[in-house]
Every structure is written in structure tokens, then in C-alpha cells.
């Protein structure tokens, strides 16, 4: 069982960044996949970023080149860098983690973008 705690959100300018965390109740070396999602009010739930269990990492089509995720093994920890934040980038985040064939939810934290 894994919990997940995220942290980081906050409001910020057009432009701005943020740095979202996700801390993980255990080790992720062996998490095959950990990833961030979101979820604008009256939309579905996106992907964002996430290393895959191939090895890979993936991002959504309106943030590539614009947020980055990473991990810290030793720290039990995942984070996104968002940069040149935009106004649609306002929705809760969530972290997401999936191991022996479960998945795991973070409780969410809030990103709002003022224009």
C-alpha cells in the first residue's frame, strides 16, 4: 500500500512557476509507474506527467515543453516543475501511483493561475 501526499500549489501569475511534490509512504525504486494528473471544474481528469512502467516518461500535449517531472528515489519523492504557468493550467493536482497492480491517489492540491 502506498500513501501519497501532495504539496506545492498555490496561486500564481501568468508566467509564473511552481514546484508540485509528492511524497510517497515507502520506497518508489521498484514503482514502475508514478505520475501527475489534473482536474479543471466541469472537465475530466488529464495526464500532466508520468515516468511509465517502460521506463519512459510521458507528458500531455499542453504542457510539453513547459513542465518537467522527476524523482528523488532517496527521498521518496516525485516532483513537477511547471513553468510559464497559464491560466488553463488552474485545476487541483493529483499524484498517482500504480504498483502490483494497484493504483494509488494523492488528496490533491490546488494550482490557480491569475491572468
Known amino acids: 500500500q502506498v500513501q501519497l501526499v501532495e504539496s506545492g500549489g498555490g496561486l500564481v501569475q501568468a508566467g509564473g512557476s511552481l514546484r508540485l511534490s509528492c511524497a510517497a509512504s515507502?520506497?518508489?525504486?521498484?514503482?514502475?509507474?508514478l505520475g501527475w494528473y489534473r482536474q479543471a471544474p466541469g472537465k475530466q481528469r488529464e495526464l500532466v506527467a508520468a515516468?511509465?512502467?517502460?521506463?519512459?516518461?510521458n507528458y500531455g500535449d499542453s504542457v510539453k515543453g513547459r513542465f518537467a517531472i522527476s524523482r528523488d528515489n532517496a527521498k521518496n519523492t516525485v516532483y513537477l516543475q511547471m513553468n510559464s504557468l497559464k491560466p488553463e493550467d488552474t485545476a487541483v493536482y493529483y499524484c498517482?501511483?500504480?504498483?502490483?497492480?494497484?493504483?494509488?491517489w494523492g488528496q490533491g492540491t490546488q494550482v490557480t493561475v491569475s491572468s
Open positions: 515516468f511509465t512502467s517502460d521506463g519512459s516518461t
Open positions: 498517482k501511483a500504480i504498483t502490483e497492480g494497484r493504483q494509488y
Open positions: 515507502r520506497n518508489i525504486f521498484s514503482i514502475k509507474f
